[in-house]
Every structure is written in C-alpha cells, then in structure tokens.
C-alpha cells in the first residue's frame, strides 16, 4: 500500500519564504538536487520528477530573518524511494561538506537531518518496510537512535548522486505549535487524522492509513509560542490531498464543527491550525 496516493490523506507540497531566492535556487539544485519546474522573479517550484511541484520557495520583498521560539516550520521531509537513494545523499553531503544537523534510525525508517540557508529545517529519509514496523495497538513503536553510517553508506557505495530520484516524495512534515489539546482536536476531530505516537506531553505524531506520521506536532519551542510575522522567513503553507471531493466537503464541514477558520482563495479550501500554520486543502487530480 502507497501512503501517499488515494483513499490515504497525505502531503504533497510545502511552500516556504526565504530571504534570497538565488541563494536558496544554489542550495536546493545543488545541495539538494531539486529541478526547477517554473522561475519567477520572486518565486519558484521545485521538482524531482519533473511533473510534481514539490517545494515552492518565495521571497517576499519585506522578508525577515527566522526567529527562534515560534510556531511554524519544524522540517519538511523528503521520502527517497530506496536505501541506496539516501545512501547516495549521503555521500553528496559527505563529499560537499555541507553540515548536517542530525543522522538518526527511528526503527520505521532512516534518517538525515540539515537546514537550508536561512534556517529552514529539512528531513531526509527512506522508510523501513510497513511489514517491519511494531505497532501497540494503535501507536507505532518509533525511536531516535544513532544512525549506522558505514552500513547505510555501503548500500551506495558503488553508485553516483545525481540529484533527487524521480520517485521522491514529500513524505510527512512536522510543525512547532504553541499547545497540544486544541492542536490534536483541530487535526483529528477537523482533519480526520488518527494520533499513532506520542512523546510524552510535548509531541505528538498523526497519520492517514496507519503511516507512520504524515504530520509531526511538538511544543518544543515553548508552550504558548507566538506565530511568526507574516513576512518572517519560514512556513507559508502546506498542502494536504484529501481522497476526493467529497472528503473535501465533509473535512471542510468538521473543521466548522469545531470553530476552526476556512476560507477561499483562488477556488482553493485553506484552513488554519491554532498555532497559524496555514493548510491548503485540496483533492487527488
């Protein structure tokens, strides 16, 4: 089963603002391997296959730098198709020098950690097969354990990075929020997501079709943190694929139910969660 298609509800793009477009356009291509789908001025779409808009990068003319100690983007996650596509990666970071934040074995999947030039943050990963993943009941059993490095990177030792394979993914993203019990409402009870993991009383972990997570939640920046400024480098929005039109109409209907905000915008449902992190909700096409 593809966590990431139809009747799952899953993630497909996230769209952020930075502070230099052509300084983040060198990072993505050449650190990350992105293709450009479409350029702007201010603006471009990013791509591995070509077809799908994964990432979207905007600089606002009145941007400011990222602040630490509010809500918003924690890291977006891009899922690799194989072992060997991280493997590869890893070795392009290894080679380059470009610093890495983080290298962890969450025992459902592999995974490295980095930021971009303005401090967005970034996951990279692949997962382990569902079939190998333990589940108590209706929570996941997840870890953060050392990554085996030499093993990982013996699994590609014989090939060339050559940017983002095609089957690349926006696999899951994970959000800082101000507060957790209005925050897991919202999410549940509004977006129809089921919680399958939490770290005690400061994050949590939902998913569509018992993925491992297609969204992480964590108050690690402080209970009550502010939303950032509308024009402060960070999230603007991500958007979420509701199996077909008539999801659609019901999530719109139970986000009402539970007072959360929707609105309009050029024919497109966006939604916004009790920290301000803005969704976009769409269907399959």
Do not use: C
Not at 143 to 151: G, H, I, R, S
Not at 179 to 208: C, H, M, N
């Amino acid at each position: 089963m593809s966590f990431h298609q139809p009747p799952v509800t899953f993630i497909n793009q996230v769209n952020i603002k930075v502070q230099s477009l052509e300084r983040s356009l060198v990072f993505y291509q050449e650190v990350i391997g992105f293709k450009v789908y479409e350029k702007t001025d201010k603006s471009a779409k990013l791509t591995a296959n070509g077809k799908t808009v994964l990432l979207n990068i905007e600089q606002l003319s009145d941007v400011t730098p990222k602040k630490g100690r509010t809500t918003g983007l924690y890291h977006f996650a891009l899922l690799l198709p194989d072992r060997a596509d991280l493997a590869k990666i890893l070795n392009h970071f290894l080679q380059t020098g470009y610093p890495l934040q983080g290298a962890s074995d969450h025992l459902v999947s592999e995974a490295l950690y980095l930021a971009d030039p303005d401090g967005n943050g970034i996951e990279i990963y692949t997962d382990r097969p569902a079939s190998k993943w333990e589940w108590n009941e209706q929570h996941v059993v997840m870890a953060t354990q050392a990554l085996d490095a030499e093993n990982l990177l013996a699994e590609g030792m014989e090939q060339t990075w050559n940017g983002l394979p095609a089957g690349t993914m926006m696999g899951h993203i994970h959000l800082h929020v101000a507060e957790l019990v209005k925050t897991e409402e919202f999410y549940t009870k509004g977006l129809g997501f089921d919680v399958v993991s939490r770290y005690g009383p400061q994050a949590l972990f939902i998913s569509s079709g018992k993925y491992h997570h297609h969204i992480g939640l964590n108050t690690w920046n402080g209970v009550g943190a502010p939303a950032p400024s509308a024009n402060s480098v960070g999230l603007e929005s991500f958007s979420l694929v509701l199996p077909d039109e008539m999801s659609l109409k019901e999530t719109v209907a139970s986000l009402k139910e539970i007072g959360a905000s929707v609105t309009e915008e050029n024919g497109v449902s966006i939604t916004t969660d009790p920290s301000g992190n803005r969704i976009k909700l769409e269907t399959a096409k």
